[in-house]
């Protein structure tokens, strides 16, 4: 299973999201600290899920980061996050 396939995974398990799109930015680090050839890296996670109804922006981290803890401790280097409630205007 790939980086990204495991966080899908781990993801849609814990929060049950109305959407949720990740994509592999790691291409855009090549030669920065982190990266590594073949990618899955530094990722940017696009979620919706009604978990974080009434959660701040740093719980609704809290809440992601706790779910791929173990990611984050190893293939991860970079995570970027957009989690929001159901109806939320996003950016």
């Known amino acids: ?11 849609r398990q814990g929060l049950a999201p109305e959407s949720l799109t990740i994509i592999d930015e790691s291409h855009r680090h090549v030669g920065h600290a982190g990266h590594r050839p073949g990618g899955e890296s530094h990722f940017r996670v696009e979620i919706v899920s ?13 809440i ?3 779910l791929l803890a173990e990611e984050l401790t190893g293939p991860i280097h970079a ?6 409630a159901p ?5």
């Open 64 to 66: 992601i980061h706790a």
């Open 79 to 84: 995570l970027s996050l957009s989690a929001h």
């Open 1 to 11: 299973m790939t980086v990204a396939q495991t966080i899908e995974a781990k993801l």
């Open 50 to 62: 009604a978990q974080f109804t009434g959660k701040s922006r740093v719980e609704r981290q809290r």
């Open 87 to 91: 109806g939320e205007t996003l950016p």
